[in-house]
């Protein structure tokens, strides 16, 4: 299964805990799946994502240690993936799949 609505959650590395806390609600009120960052890189993230079969990767990354941008992340079936936009937080608009 490759689904377009269902999306990974993660940080960028060496989030803060408040970042980490944002990025996991925001997976949770999105139905998506939050991953620990941790050391993995992006392409970790985008084979994890593809072989779960998750097309997009959201990486909430910081700014003076409080969650401030997302950037996404199109993962391909052929395992390769893109930066696409990246958007402030506060314009962010949760929609429940």
Do not use: H
């Not at 994890?48 to 003076?64: D, I, N, P, Q, Y």
């Amino acid at each position: 299964m490759y689904s377009n609505d269902i999306l990974v959650w993660t940080t960028c590395r060496y989030a803060s805990l408040e970042t980490r806390k944002k990025a996991q609600a925001l997976a949770d009120q999105s139905k998506s799946k939050y991953v620990a960052r941790g050391k993995k890189t992006i392409d970790e993230l985008a084979f994890f994502a593809r072989r779960s079969g998750f097309a997009r990767v959201m990486v909430l990354e910081e700014s003076e240690k409080k969650p401030a941008l997302i950037r996404f992340i199109e993962i391909f079936p052929d395992g390769k993936w893109k930066w696409k936009e990246e958007i402030k937080l506060e314009n962010y608009e949760v929609k429940n799949l």
